[in-house]
Every structure is written in structure tokens, then in C-alpha cells.
């Protein structure tokens, strides 16, 4: 089903405790960001509290109208992974793969912290998907959520840009509109998508003896709003991680060691996932020399057929970092 796009042009909101004042254009608004040049690192877009404050509570009523865990999507779609802030190379991508509505797009979260241009990068992916709801989809990543986005960088961004009183309203705003994303999504019924990764609840009922359909319907079950809890399939959406190689287990299926599908992740919370407990995994990441510290390439997976060929099912645009950046005016240290 098509989603519904709101008014370009609006002041009435639903929530009076959100200090929201102003009337705005919300075409402007994108005009204003994807224009900032990529290259310009000593300034950021014109961008205010009430601005930030409008979206988010717009973002709210929108994303309210279908409180499901998993979104449905349909290809040709680009699929995006983290940001983390990282404005200039969003602007990058769009520039090199189309803008919306005429390129589709499945963000997976972590749009915030580490870059100081988190900010500009949340409005602008908001606002699109306010705009152009049936061009620009958005999950929820694990930076998303309160106790991640309050240490590694967006807390800091919001009260320096604000101030602490202005500030910590405008961080409230966010923190809502984040308990309202969905936390996964199915491309063409075939491609399941999260930021984090699959969950040994999978291997229970009601998921382990449903259709693939009906797995997805017991999943939406889940309703948001919700701050992520520290353990279960929400968790492990947001958390998990496929195993850099296969582990074994002591006990032995006939002759050879038995491989184990989960272990307890690194990370201390959720697990990790071995490559016999799903079919095919691909990851994405979409921030090229990440946090200033790394070399690393940023990709982006093109799915750009109905039909899609499980064994290949697209391909990668790939955005090398850019050169010579300065990272303290960009990066938080030690973020």
C-alpha cells in the first residue's frame, strides 16, 4: 500500500507539550539542505530549534499511522546503511544515485552520533520521508535510542547548536520520533532488512513453524512506540552481528565438532549469528572514513529489478572517502 505524504505546509500539531511556534515550508526545508555544498566543512545549514522540534512531532504523526515492526517495500530500491552523521557523503550518495522521489530508499538507522552534522543529516532524512513516503523508508539503528545517542556525539551536537535549556527540548523531540521507527523492513517478500541482525527467537514459535508471511505478521505483533530493551527479538534487531568466522561447540554431531549458530556477543548484549542460521547475509555500511579514524570505502546495495535473483540479488555503488577532511570539525573525539 502507498503511503500517505503530508502537507507540505503546516502548523497544526497534535502534541501541546512539544514548544513548537512556527509555520513551515517543508520543500524549503530540503531545497535548503541538499543544496549545502558537499565541500563546506566550516558552517552548517541554517537550521533552528523549532525547525528540528516541527519535524520531529510531524515524523511522530506520520510514522503513528502504522505502528508495525516491519515495513513493507517494494524494488527498485537503494539500501543504505550507517551514517553516523556524515552529511557531506549523504549528500554525496544523492548526488550520484538520485535524489527522491526519483530513487528510492531503504535507510538502516544510525543516522546520528560520531559526525557533528548528525543534525542536519536526521532533519533532512525526516523531512524526505515526510515529503516522498513512498520513496524514502527509515529503521530504526541502535544509535537511536537513549542511552546510545546521549554518549557518543548527538547529545553534545543538539546542546552546542541550542544550548542546554533550547537544547534538551529539541533532544526530547528526537528521542520520541526514535521510539516511533520501525525496526525492520521486507523488500519484494523476499529480502528481510534491519540494522542489526536476525534473533535466536526465531528458532521459537511462533516463528520457527510459520510461512515466511506469517513470521513477518507475528513480528508486527511487537507495537511501537518502545525504547529497545535489553534482551529479545526487538533487542536483536538493533544489536546482533553475523560472526566474522564459525565457532564450534564441545559437543560433537557424529564424527565432527558441531557448529554453533549463536554466541553471546562482544558487545554485551544480543548475540551473534553464524552463517547456518540464515540463508544469505549481507551487510552495508555507508560512511566512508568512518568517524576520520578509518579508510574504509562506504557502499550502497542496489536492488534495481521486481524479480530478484536470490543468489545475486544487486549490486554496490561504492563512495571512497574523501581526502584531506578536516576531522576535528567534523568528528566528536574519541566518538
Request: net charge neutral; aromatic share 10%; charged share 20%.
Given at each position: 500500500?502507498?503511503?500517505?505524504?503530508?502537507?507540505?505546509?503546516?502548523?497544526?500539531?497534535?502534541?501541546?507539550?512539544?514548544?513548537?511556534?512556527?509555520?513551515?515550508?517543508?520543500?524549503?526545508?530540503?531545497?535548503?539542505?541538499?543544496?549545502?555544498?558537499?565541500?563546506?566543512?566550516?558552517?552548517?545549514?541554517?537550521?533552528?530549534?523549532?525547525?528540528?522540534?516541527?519535524?520531529?512531532?510531524?515524523?511522530?504523526?506520520?510514522?503513528?499511522?502504522?505502528?508495525?515492526?516491519?515495513?513493507?517495500?517494494?524494488?527498485?530500491?537503494?539500501?543504505?546503511?550507517?551514517?553516523?552523521?556524515?552529511?557531506?557523503?549523504?549528500?554525496r550518495i544523492f548526488?550520484?544515485?538520485?535524489?527522491?522521489?526519483?530513487?528510492?530508499?531503504?535507510?538502516?538507522?544510525?543516522?546520528?552520533?560520531?559526525?557533528?552534522?548528525?543534525?542536519?543529516?536526521?532533519?533532512?532524512?525526516?523531512?524526505?520521508?515526510?515529503?516522498?513516503?513512498?520513496?524514502?523508508?527509515?529503521?530504526?539503528g541502535n544509535h537511536?535510542?537513549?542511552?546510545?545517542?546521549?554518549?557518543?556525539?548527538?547529545?553534545?551536537?543538539?546542546?552546542?547548536?541550542?544550548?542546554?535549556?533550547?537544547?534538551?527540548?529539541?533532544?526530547?523531540?528526537?528521542?520520541?520520533?526514535?521510539?516511533?521507527?520501525?525496526?525492520?523492513?521486507?523488500?519484494?517478500?523476499?529480502?528481510?532488512?534491519?540494522?542489526?541482525?536476525?534473533?535466536?527467537?526465531?528458532?521459537?514459535?511462533?516463528?520457527?513453524?510459520?510461512?515466511?508471511?506469517?513470521?513477518?505478521?507475528?513480528?508486527?505483533?511487537?507495537?511501537?512506540?518502545?525504547?529497545?530493551?535489553?534482551?529479545?527479538?526487538?533487542?536483536?534487531?538493533?544489536?546482533?552481528?553475523?560472526?566474522?568466522?564459525?565457532?564450534?561447540?564441545?559437543?560433537?554431531?557424529?564424527?565432527?565438532?558441531?557448529?554453533?549458530?549463536?554466541?553471546?556477543?562482544?558487545?554485551?548484549?544480543?548475540?551473534?549469528?553464524?552463517?547456518?542460521?540464515?540463508?544469505?547475509?549481507?551487510?552495508?555500511?555507508?560512511?566512508?572514513?568512518?568517524?576520520?579514524?578509518?579508510?574504509?570505502?562506504?557502499?550502497?546495495?542496489?536492488?534495481?529489478?521486481?524479480?530478484?535473483?536470490?543468489?545475486?540479488?544487486?549490486?554496490?555503488?561504492?563512495?571512497?572517502?574523501?581526502?584531506?577532511?578536516?576531522?576535528?570539525?567534523?568528528?566528536?573525539?574519541?566518538?
Open positions: 500500500p502507498r503511503r500517505k505524504a503530508v502537507s507540505l505546509r503546516t502548523s497544526e500539531f497534535t502534541d501541546p507539550t512539544m514548544p513548537i511556534t512556527a509555520e513551515m515550508n517543508l520543500n524549503e526545508l530540503i531545497i535548503r539542505l541538499m543544496s549545502f555544498p558537499a565541500d563546506e566543512y566550516s558552517s552548517h545549514p541554517n537550521l533552528t530549534a523549532d525547525e528540528c522540534l516541527t519535524v520531529c512531532q510531524l515524523a511522530i504523526n506520520f510514522l503513528s499511522s502504522d505502528t508495525a515492526i516491519c515495513l513493507r517495500v517494494q524494488s527498485p530500491v537503494n539500501i543504505v546503511g550507517d551514517i553516523h552523521g556524515q552529511f557531506h557523503d549523504l549528500l548526488d550520484r544515485l538520485g535524489q527522491p522521489p526519483k530513487s528510492k530508499y531503504l535507510f538502516l538507522g544510525d543516522y546520528i552520533d560520531r559526525g557533528k552534522y548528525s543534525l542536519e543529516v536526521i532533519v533532512l532524512l525526516l523531512t524526505l520521508m515526510l515529503v516522498y513516503p513512498n520513496s524514502v523508508y527509515l529503521l530504526r537511536e535510542a537513549a542511552n546510545v545517542c546521549c554518549r557518543y556525539g548527538f547529545k553534545d551536537e543538539v546542546m552546542q547548536r541550542f544550548g542546554n535549556e533550547t537544547g534538551t527540548s529539541v533532544l526530547m523531540g528526537f528521542l520520541r520520533c526514535f521510539q516511533w521507527l520501525p525496526l525492520a523492513g521486507l523488500i519484494n517478500q523476499q529480502i528481510f532488512c534491519c540494522h542489526g541482525g536476525i534473533s535466536p527467537t526465531f528458532e521459537l514459535e511462533p516463528y520457527r513453524s510459520s510461512k515466511p508471511v506469517s513470521a513477518i505478521t507475528s513480528l508486527n505483533s511487537m507495537r511501537r512506540p518502545f525504547e529497545p530493551p535489553q534482551f529479545g527479538a526487538a533487542c536483536d534487531l538493533l544489536w546482533a552481528d553475523p560472526m566474522p568466522y564459525p565457532q564450534f561447540c564441545l559437543f560433537k554431531a557424529g564424527d565432527q565438532p558441531a557448529k554453533v549458530h549463536w554466541t553471546p556477543s562482544k558487545r554485551g548484549c544480543s548475540y551473534m549469528f553464524s552463517l547456518e542460521a540464515l540463508e544469505r547475509c549481507i551487510t552495508v555500511f555507508s560512511a566512508p572514513g568512518y568517524s576520520g579514524t578509518h579508510t574504509n570505502a562506504g557502499a550502497v546495495l542496489q536492488i534495481d529489478k521486481d524479480k530478484i535473483n536470490m543468489r545475486k540479488p544487486g549490486s554496490f555503488f561504492v563512495l571512497r572517502p574523501v581526502e584531506n577532511k578536516p576531522v576535528t570539525g567534523l568528528f566528536w573525539v574519541g566518538g
